[in-house]
């Protein structure tokens, strides 16, 4: 069964930092495009940031570029997210997302949010 789970969320003040994690099960990362997405109340779910472990290309929504930086542990299966720097406008349900691997992009999942495959989702709160 295939199960994307997150981990890291929580309360932290403006400047502070966090490190989210998501742990795959039932299909390996090598095999798919892998992705965090963000969504505030109120809002349309964004693409904070997509990874291919394959070439390990990447792509950052222009929010968070410079502050936030997205890697793979393939051995682990697992995806992670550190966030830097975090600004109340951070604040979200941060979702990890697996999708098959076809001719479409890291932008491409990011921008147009694609996926096959969603976690529960984990709270980021940046509040002083």
């Known amino acids: 069964q295939l199960q994307l789970v997150e981990s890291g969320g929580g309360l932290v003040q403006p400047g502070g930092s966090l490190r989210l994690s998501c742990v795959v099960s039932?299909?390996?990362?090598?095999?798919?495009?892998m992705g965090w997405f963000r969504q505030a109340p109120g809002k349309e779910r964004e693409g904070v940031s997509c990874?291919?472990?394959?070439?390990?290309?990447?792509n950052y929504a222009d929010s968070v570029k410079g502050r936030f930086t997205i890697s793979t542990d393939n051995a682990n299966n697992t995806v992670y997210l550190q966030m830097n720097s975090l600004k109340p406008e951070d604040t979200a349900i941060y979702y990890c997302?697996?999708?098959?691997?076809?001719?479409?992009?890291?932008?491409?999942?990011?921008?147009?949010?694609?996926?096959?495959?969603w976690g529960q989702g984990t709270q980021v709160t940046v509040s002083s």
């Open positions: 039932g299909f390996t990362l090598d095999n798919y495009l």
């Open positions: 990874i291919s472990s394959r070439g390990g290309s990447t």
């Open positions: 997302a697996a999708l098959r691997r076809t001719l479409i992009t890291v932008q491409g999942m990011c921008v147009r949010r694609r996926a096959d495959y």
